[in-house]
């Protein structure tokens, strides 16, 4: 397979930028006409990159905390026990 190492960069004005988990695609489009897709963007991918972003920008962390109602929460911790506890969906 013939590779190549290049840089592209794009000026898309007020892009909307979406993850395609069925893909492993992260899409950057404006009005979902013209866009960029980056395959082989992982789930995994993403969460790094949200982690960095709180790391390492702490206001840019606060904004988007602000942003979507966060607050401080830690992630609940999963065992092979709550795992199997049934849903009280499921129980209805």
């Known amino acids: 397979m013939l590779k190549f190492e290049t840089t592209h960069e794009y000026y898309i004005k007020d892009p909307s930028m979406y993850y395609c988990a069925d893909h492993d695609c992260l899409c950057l489009s404006e009005d979902y ?5 980056l395959t082989g963007v992982t789930e ?4 790094k990159f ?3 972003l ?8 606060a904004s ?8 401080d929460i830690t992630t609940p911790t999963v065992t092979p026990k709550s795992r199997k506890t049934k849903s009280p969906i499921a129980a209805a």
């Open 54 to 61: 709180f790391k390492h920008n702490a206001e840019l962390a």
């Open 44 to 47: 995994q991918t993403i969460i």
């Open 64 to 71: 988007l905390k602000k942003e979507i109602g966060l607050q």
């Open 33 to 37: 006409e013209d866009s960029i897709r």
């Open 50 to 52: 949200v982690s960095g």
